[in-house]
């Protein structure tokens, strides 16, 4: 990789929030302000029915999995209260509990472990997604899944560094891409692939490595 440094350096090494309130005729470049033009040697054309995904960070499906397990015990301990003895203070806790109560241990252990069970299925849902024509970007926004997808035809230019990518578009918005397990790989992938259809890569320097 060959990289051409800019002539005033800047402090911050990580990825700018998206640029706002700034005159278009003549707005600055992220690269011109933030980091450096890297111009890569490695160039790759994905085939057309290549597809690489990428999940969210094993820190945050941590959370769901949590979730699920409180779920699992409830829903073992329901059941074994009413499949155990009469006599034991776990069936006279839920089972006959249950007369006395609005809404059983049964319907409620079974809402539980529903809800349980589809957070961890949405949080795996969420990532990015990348092809030989688009990339997409799987989010969780107030419990509800949303998908952008930007084909390569709409992005002038790829910012990335090893924890973050952010895309230029067009018409000079910004996206910040969702935070993925690999995100070096998706990073160097992104890089790659801009590179071969002729698109601008910048790369910026870690803060994690100062």
Same mark, same amino acid.
């Given at each position: 990789m060959v990289v051409?440094?800019?002539?005033?350096?800047?402090?911050?090494?990580?990825?700018? +929030? #998206? $640029?706002? +309130? #700034?005159?278009?005729?003549?707005?600055?470049?992220?690269?011109d302000v933030n980091g450096t033009v890297a111009k890569f040697e490695m160039a790759y054309n994905p085939q057309r029915t290549d597809r690489f995904a990428f999940g969210v960070p094993l820190l945050m499906r941590i959370p769901g999995y949590a979730f699920l397990v409180f779920a699992a015990v409830i829903a073992l301990t $329901?059941?074994?209260? *009413? %499949?155990?003895?009469? %006599? !034991? @203070?776990? *069936?006279?806790?839920? $089972?006959?509990? +249950? @007369?006395? @109560? $609005? &809404?059983? !241990?049964?319907?409620?252990? &079974?809402?539980?472990? &529903?809800a349980a069970l589809g957070n961890v299925i949405k949080t795996a849902l969420r990532g990015v997604i990348v092809t030989r024509d688009a990339i997409e970007a799987r989010f969780l926004i107030a419990g509800f899944p949303k998908v952008k997808r930007w084909t390569w035809a709409q992005i002038d230019r790829v910012v990335v560094d090893d924890q973050d990518v952010m895309l230029e578009l067009w018409d000079g918005s910004y996206e910040r891409l969702p935070k993925v397990r690999d995100a070096k790989k998706l990073a160097d992938l992104l890089a790659g692939i801009a590179t071969a259809r002729g698109r601008s890569v910048t790369r910026l320097p870690d803060a994690t490595k100062h």
């Open positions: 051409s440094q800019p002539q005033t350096p800047s402090p911050s090494p990580k990825l700018p +929030d #998206v $640029v706002a +309130d #700034v005159d278009e005729g003549d707005r600055p470049s992220i690269t $329901v059941l074994a209260a *009413y %499949n155990g003895s009469s %006599n !034991s @203070r776990l *069936y006279i806790w839920v $089972v006959e509990g +249950d @007369r006395s @109560r $609005v &809404f059983g !241990s049964g319907p409620l252990a &079974f809402i539980i472990a &529903f």
